[in-house]
C-alpha cells in the first residue's frame, strides 16, 4: 500500500466513522446522504450523523451490519463501484484514459471465519457437513411425500390445499438448498484446509493468492476515493502531486486486476474439480430432483372424484371411499410427523448460525466501540498522527469489509433457513386445514354408509318376518301338502327376488360399468359354467306337467326311491330297497343333478300323475293232472276278496288320473293267466297294489292263500309248490 505524504494533510479528516459510511453497502442504501454531497460538506454530514447515531442509541457498527443483511449480494457489487464522473473528480482523469473504476472486476473470494466468532459452526466441520446432507435428503423425501398423490375422493377445496402444500414444500426445498450452498461457501476454506493439512494443494495457493489480490484491490479503491475526494478541493502544486498519486494508484489497481483475471482464467476450468466436497455433494443431490425448480416436469395435480357420486352410491362405493379418505388421513398424519421432526432438524441446523451470527454483530459493536490506533495516537501525541492516519484507516476498512463480507455469508446461509421454518409453519397449518376437511368429509361418509346399511338390514329384516308369517299361515291354513309344497316354493322364490333386489341395489349402483363387461360375462359364463346352466334349464322341465314332484316314487339309473326336495340345480330322492313285496327306506339319499334328465341312456321312471298304487303278481306253479283249473279259479276269487277292501281308493284315483290327462283308460281290476313255464303250468294274477300299504296287503293276501291251500283238498292236490307273491315292476 502507498503513502503519499503531499496528501497526508488533508487525510487527517478521514476517521473511522468516515470509513464506514464510505463501505460500499452503506453508500448504496443511502446514496442521497453521502454520494451527492461535495467534500465540504462530507465532514459536518459525518457529524451529524455520529450525533444521531449517538441520540438513538444505535452503534454504527451494528447499523453497518444490519444493512448488509438485508443486501446479502452487495458485496460482490463493492468489487466495482459505480463510475465517478468527472465533476467528481474535478477534471483530475486525462481525456484519453477511462477511469480505473472500469476495469474487469474481481470473482469473489471466500473469506475465513474469525475461530473466535465462529466456533460454534467451526467446531466440527466433518460432522455439520453430515449433518447437511441429511437434511437435504430429509428435506428431499419430504417433498416427495407431499408430491405423491394422498387424496382421491374429496372436495374441490382438498386441491387447494394439496397445491398449497406442494408448493410449501418446494419451497422448503429449495431454501434447504439455498443455505447449503450459501454453508458450502462458507465452509470451503475450512474444508479444503482438512483436506490437506501438510502441504497446500494448487487450488488452495491459488485461492490464497486471490485473496491477497482481492485485499489488495480493495485497499487501492480506498486510496482512490481518497485521492479523488482530495483532487476536488485541492489548490496549486496540490493539485499536481494528487494526480500523479492518482495515476501511480490507479497503474497498480490495474495490475492487480490483469492479476485477478489471470487467476480467475486458471481457475476457470479446474473449478469443478477444485469443489470442496460438500458443494459436490450437494450438486449431486440437487441433481436428483430437476423437477424441483422446473415447473414444466413437476406432476400435474391429480383429479379428485367428487364426493356427490359417493353420497349417493351404494354401500360398495362408499366403503371404498371410505377407506380411501382413512388412507388419506393416515397419509397425512404422516407427513404432519415428518413436518414436526424436519423443523426439529432445521432447528437444530440453524442453531450455530445463529450464534455465530450474534458474536458477529457484537464484534462489529465493539469494533466502533473501541477508537483507532490513528485516533489513538491523534489524543496522544497529535504531531504523529499524520504519518499513519492513511494506514490505519486503509486497515479500519478492511476489518470492516472482512466483518461485513463474513455477516453477509452468515445469513445467506442462516436466513433460508429461518425461511424454511416459516414454511414449515404454514405447511403445518395447512396439513391440518387439510386434515379437518377429510376428517369432515369422513364422518360424513361413514353416516351415510351406517344409514344405508341400516336400511337394508331393516328392509331384510322386514321381509324375512313376512316369509315366517307366510309359512306359518302356510303350514296352518294349508292341508293338502303337495299345495303346501307348491306354497312354500312361491315364497322361497319371492323371497329371493326381493332379498337379491334389495341387495343389488342396496351395494351396488353404478350399473353402467357392468354394461360394458356384459358379452364377456355372458360369454364366460355360458362356457365356464354349461353344466349349472344345462341344469337351471332342466329344473323347469322337472316342475313341468309330466316332472317330478316331491313324494313322487322314482326310478332312475338303478335307484328307486321318494323324492324329497327339488331345486333348481339338483333334487334329491330317498333310496328304497325293495324285497319283494316289502320296500324300506335305506336311509341314504341319492343326490341327482338336474342334467341327469338329457343323458340319452339314463331314463327316468316315475309314477303315474295322481295315483299312488303299484302292480303286484302272485306266481303259483300247477300238476297238469290235477284239476288245476278249479284250483286256479278259487285262488283268483281269493285275492279278488283282498283286492275288495281297497279297490274303492284305487278306482277313485284312477278317475283322477283321467281327469289330469283327459282321456278314457281301462280301470284296474286283478287280472289272471295260466301259462307253461320251467316245464309246468304257472298261473300267473296281477293286482293293482296301494304304494304305501302293498306289504301289509300282500301279508293278508299271503294269509289267505295259504289258508285256501291248507282247507281245500282239490286246491291242495294242483298246487305243486307254496305261491310266491312280487312286485310286477322293480
Given at each position: 500500500?502507498?503513502?503519499?505524504?503531499?496528501?497526508?494533510?488533508?487525510?487527517?479528516?478521514?476517521?473511522?466513522?468516515?470509513?464506514?459510511?464510505?463501505?460500499?453497502?452503506?453508500?448504496?442504501?443511502?446514496?442521497?446522504?453521502?454520494?451527492?454531497?461535495?467534500?465540504?460538506?462530507?465532514?459536518?454530514?459525518?457529524?451529524?450523523?455520529?450525533?444521531?447515531?449517538?441520540?438513538?442509541?444505535?452503534?454504527?457498527?451494528?447499523?453497518?451490519?444490519?444493512?448488509?443483511?438485508?443486501?446479502?449480494?452487495?458485496?460482490?457489487?463493492?468489487?466495482?463501484?459505480?463510475?465517478?464522473?468527472?465533476?467528481?473528480?474535478?477534471?483530475?482523469?486525462?481525456?484519453?484514459?477511462?477511469?480505473?473504476?472500469?476495469?474487469?472486476?474481481?470473482?469473489?473470494?471466500?473469506?475465513?471465519?474469525?475461530?473466535?466468532?465462529?466456533?460454534?459452526?467451526?467446531?466440527?466441520?466433518?460432522?455439520?457437513?453430515?449433518?447437511?446432507?441429511?437434511?437435504?435428503?430429509?428435506?428431499?423425501?419430504?417433498?416427495?411425500?407431499?408430491?405423491?398423490?394422498?387424496?382421491?375422493?374429496?372436495?374441490?377445496?382438498?386441491?387447494?390445499?394439496?397445491?398449497?402444500?406442494?408448493?410449501?414444500?418446494?419451497?422448503?426445498?429449495?431454501?434447504?438448498?439455498?443455505?447449503?450452498?450459501?454453508?458450502?461457501?462458507?465452509?470451503?476454506?475450512?474444508?479444503?484446509?482438512?483436506?490437506?493439512?501438510?502441504?497446500?494443494?494448487?487450488?488452495?495457493?491459488?485461492?490464497?493468492?486471490?485473496?491477497?489480490?482481492?485485499?489488495?484491490?480493495?485497499?487501492?479503491?480506498?486510496?482512490?476515493?481518497?485521492?479523488?475526494?482530495?483532487?476536488?478541493?485541492?489548490?496549486?502544486?496540490?493539485?499536481?502531486?494528487?494526480?500523479?498519486?492518482?495515476?501511480?494508484?490507479?497503474?497498480?489497481?490495474?495490475?492487480?486486476?490483469?492479476?485477478?483475471?489471470?487467476?480467475?482464467?486458471?481457475?476457470?476450468?479446474?473449478?469443478?474439480?477444485?469443489?470442496?466436497?460438500?458443494?459436490?455433494?450437494?450438486?449431486?443431490?440437487?441433481?436428483?430432483?430437476?423437477?424441483?425448480?422446473?415447473?414444466?416436469?413437476?406432476?400435474?395435480?391429480?383429479?379428485?372424484?367428487?364426493?356427490?357420486?359417493?353420497?349417493?352410491?351404494?354401500?360398495?362405493?362408499?366403503?371404498?371411499?371410505?377407506?380411501?379418505?382413512?388412507?388419506?388421513?393416515?397419509?397425512?398424519?404422516?407427513?404432519?410427523?415428518?413436518?414436526?421432526?424436519?423443523?426439529?432438524?432445521?432447528?437444530?441446523?440453524?442453531?450455530?448460525?445463529?450464534?455465530?451470527?450474534?458474536?458477529?454483530?457484537?464484534?462489529?459493536?465493539?469494533?466502533?466501540?473501541?477508537?483507532?490506533?490513528?485516533?489513538?495516537?491523534?489524543?496522544?501525541?497529535?504531531?504523529?498522527?499524520?504519518?499513519?492516519?492513511?494506514?490505519?484507516?486503509?486497515?479500519?476498512?478492511?476489518?470492516?469489509?472482512?466483518?461485513?463480507?463474513?455477516?453477509?455469508?452468515?445469513?445467506?446461509?442462516?436466513?433460508?433457513?429461518?425461511?424454511?421454518?416459516?414454511?414449515?409453519?404454514?405447511?403445518?397449518?395447512?396439513?391440518?386445514?387439510?386434515?379437518?376437511?377429510?376428517?369432515?368429509?369422513?364422518?360424513?361418509?361413514?353416516?351415510?354408509?351406517?344409514?344405508?346399511?341400516?336400511?337394508?338390514?331393516?328392509?331384510?329384516?322386514?321381509?324375512?318376518?313376512?316369509?315366517?308369517?307366510?309359512?306359518?299361515?302356510?303350514?296352518?291354513?294349508?292341508?293338502?301338502?303337495?299345495?303346501?309344497?307348491?306354497?312354500?316354493?312361491?315364497?322361497?322364490?319371492?323371497?329371493?327376488?326381493?332379498?337379491?333386489?334389495?341387495?343389488?341395489?342396496?351395494?351396488?349402483?353404478?350399473?353402467?360399468?357392468?354394461?360394458?363387461?356384459?358379452?364377456?360375462?355372458?360369454?364366460?359364463?355360458?362356457?365356464?359354467?354349461?353344466?349349472?346352466?344345462?341344469?337351471?334349464?332342466?329344473?323347469?322341465?322337472?316342475?313341468?306337467?309330466?316332472?317330478?314332484?316331491?313324494?313322487?316314487?322314482?326310478?332312475?339309473?338303478?335307484?328307486?326311491?321318494?323324492?324329497?326336495?327339488?331345486?333348481?340345480?339338483?333334487?334329491?330322492?330317498?333310496?328304497?330297497?325293495?324285497?319283494?313285496?316289502?320296500?324300506?327306506?335305506?336311509?341314504?339319499?341319492?343326490?341327482?343333478?338336474?342334467?341327469?334328465?338329457?343323458?340319452?341312456?339314463?331314463?327316468?321312471?316315475?309314477?303315474?300323475?295322481?295315483?299312488?298304487?303299484?302292480w303286484h303278481q302272485v306266481i303259483v306253479k300247477l300238476a297238469s293232472d290235477k284239476d288245476y283249473r278249479?284250483?286256479?279259479?278259487?285262488?283268483?276269487?281269493?285275492?279278488?276278496?283282498?283286492?275288495?277292501?281297497?279297490?274303492?281308493?284305487?278306482?277313485?284315483?284312477?278317475?283322477?288320473?283321467?281327469?289330469?290327462?283327459?282321456?278314457?283308460?281301462?280301470?284296474?281290476?286283478?287280472?289272471?293267466?295260466?301259462?307253461?313255464?320251467?316245464?309246468?303250468?304257472?298261473?300267473?294274477?296281477?293286482?293293482?297294489?296301494?304304494?304305501?300299504?302293498?306289504?301289509?296287503?300282500?301279508?293278508?293276501?299271503?294269509?289267505?292263500?295259504?289258508?285256501?291251500?291248507?282247507?281245500?283238498?282239490?286246491?291242495?292236490?294242483?298246487?305243486?309248490?307254496?305261491?310266491?307273491?312280487?312286485?310286477?315292476?322293480?
Amino acid at each position: 500500500m502507498l503513502s503519499h505524504p503531499s496528501a497526508s494533510a488533508p487525510l487527517q479528516r478521514t476517521t473511522c466513522l468516515e470509513t464506514v459510511c464510505c463501505t460500499p453497502v452503506y453508500s448504496a442504501v443511502f446514496p442521497f446522504l453521502w454520494h451527492d454531497r461535495n467534500d465540504q460538506s462530507r465532514g459536518g454530514f459525518i457529524r451529524l450523523h455520529r450525533s444521531l447515531l449517538r441520540r438513538v442509541g444505535l452503534p454504527a457498527g451494528t447499523a453497518l451490519l444490519m444493512v448488509a443483511s438485508l443486501l446479502p449480494g452487495e458485496i460482490c457489487r463493492a468489487q466495482s463501484p459505480r463510475s465517478i464522473s468527472s465533476h467528481e473528480t474535478g477534471g483530475a482523469f486525462p481525456k484519453d484514459r477511462p477511469p480505473s473504476s472500469q476495469a474487469a472486476p474481481v470473482a469473489p473470494v471466500p473469506v475465513p471465519l474469525d475461530p473466535s466468532i465462529a466456533s460454534p459452526l467451526l467446531r466440527d466441520p466433518a460432522a455439520r457437513n453430515q449433518e447437511i446432507l441429511r437434511h437435504l435428503n430429509a428435506v428431499l423425501r419430504y417433498w416427495r411425500q407431499a408430491e405423491s398423490p394422498m387424496q382421491k375422493v374429496g372436495e374441490p377445496s382438498d386441491l387447494i390445499y394439496r397445491n398449497q402444500v406442494v408448493d410449501d414444500a418446494a419451497n422448503i426445498a429449495m431454501g434447504a438448498f439455498q443455505s447449503a450452498q450459501a454453508e458450502a461457501l462458507l465452509l470451503q476454506p475450512y474444508e479444503q484446509q482438512s483436506a490437506s493439512s501438510a502441504e497446500p494443494s494448487r487450488m488452495q495457493r491459488i485461492q490464497a493468492l486471490r485473496m491477497e489480490v482481492a485485499q489488495r484491490v480493495t485497499s487501492l479503491k480506498l486510496q482512490e476515493s481518497i485521492l479523488l475526494r482530495q483532487s476536488a478541493v485541492a489548490r496549486g502544486p496540490q493539485v499536481q502531486k494528487i494526480q500523479q498519486a492518482l495515476q501511480q494508484v490507479q497503474g497498480e489497481m490495474e495490475l492487480n486486476n490483469a492479476i485477478a483475471d489471470a487467476l480467475v482464467r486458471l481457475t476457470k476450468d479446474s473449478r469443478t474439480k477444485g469443489v470442496t466436497a460438500l458443494e459436490s455433494q450437494v450438486k449431486q443431490v440437487e441433481a436428483t430432483a430437476p423437477d424441483l425448480t422446473n415447473l414444466k416436469i413437476r406432476l400435474a395435480a391429480p383429479t379428485l372424484e367428487s364426493l356427490s357420486s359417493a353420497r349417493d352410491g351404494g354401500v360398495i362405493t362408499k366403503a371404498q371411499v371410505l377407506f380411501s379418505l382413512l388412507n388419506t388421513r393416515s397419509s397425512l398424519d404422516r407427513l404432519l410427523d415428518t413436518t414436526g421432526d424436519l423443523r426439529q432438524q432445521v432447528t437444530e441446523l440453524r442453531q450455530p448460525l445463529i450464534l455465530t451470527l450474534r458474536a458477529t454483530v457484537a464484534r462489529g459493536e465493539q469494533m466502533v466501540k473501541t477508537p483507532s490506533p490513528s485516533e489513538a495516537a491523534a489524543a496522544a501525541k497529535p504531531s504523529r498522527a499524520k504519518s499513519g492516519s492513511l494506514n490505519d484507516t486503509a486497515n479500519v476498512r478492511k476489518q470492516y469489509d472482512d466483518l461485513t463480507h463474513n455477516f453477509q455469508s452468515i445469513v445467506a446461509a442462516s436466513v433460508p433457513l429461518s425461511n424454511e421454518l416459516l414454511e414449515l409453519d404454514q405447511m403445518q397449518a395447512a396439513l391440518q386445514s387439510w386434515r379437518a376437511s377429510v376428517d369432515e368429509e369422513y364422518r360424513e361418509i361413514l353416516t351415510s354408509l351406517l344409514t344405508r346399511v341400516a336400511v337394508i338390514a331393516a328392509a331384510l329384516i322386514l321381509i324375512f318376518v313376512l316369509g315366517t308369517i307366510w309359512r306359518r299361515i302356510t303350514a296352518r291354513y294349508v292341508t293338502d301338502l303337495r299345495r303346501r309344497r307348491q306354497w312354500t316354493v312361491l315364497r322361497r322364490l319371492i323371497m329371493g327376488f326381493l332379498t337379491g333386489i334389495i341387495l343389488i341395489f342396496g351395494f351396488v349402483t353404478q350399473f353402467s360399468s357392468l354394461a360394458t363387461f356384459a358379452g364377456f360375462i355372458t360369454a364366460g359364463l355360458a362356457v365356464g359354467l354349461q353344466t349349472i346352466l344345462l341344469s337351471l334349464a332342466a329344473y323347469f322341465f322337472i316342475i313341468g306337467r309330466y316332472g317330478v314332484r316331491v313324494g313322487d316314487r322314482i326310478t332312475i339309473a338303478n335307484v328307486t326311491g321318494d323324492v324329497i326336495e327339488v331345486g333348481l340345480l339338483r333334487f334329491y330322492v330317498l333310496e328304497v330297497a325293495s324285497n319283494g313285496s316289502l320296500s324300506e327306506a335305506t336311509g341314504r339319499i341319492a343326490i341327482f343333478s338336474n342334467a341327469i334328465l338329457f343323458q340319452a341312456l339314463t331314463p327316468l321312471y316315475k309314477q303315474l300323475p295322481g295315483t299312488e298304487y303299484t302292480w303286484h303278481q302272485v306266481i303259483v306253479k300247477l300238476a297238469s293232472d290235477k284239476d288245476y283249473r278249479t284250483a286256479a279259479q278259487r285262488m283268483i276269487e281269493c285275492v279278488q276278496q283282498i283286492y275288495e277292501t281297497y279297490r274303492t281308493h284305487v278306482e277313485h284315483q284312477h278317475r283322477a288320473m283321467e281327469n289330469w290327462m283327459d282321456m278314457p283308460l281301462d280301470p284296474p281290476h286283478v287280472q289272471s293267466s295260466i301259462q307253461l313255464l320251467d316245464g309246468g303250468l304257472q298261473l300267473w294274477i296281477r293286482y293293482p297294489a296301494a304304494l304305501r300299504r302293498a306289504a301289509a296287503e300282500d301279508q293278508k293276501l299271503s294269509e289267505a292263500l295259504l289258508q285256501l291251500i291248507a282247507s281245500d283238498e282239490t286246491v291242495r292236490a294242483a298246487v305243486v309248490n307254496p305261491p310266491v307273491i312280487q312286485a310286477s315292476t322293480k
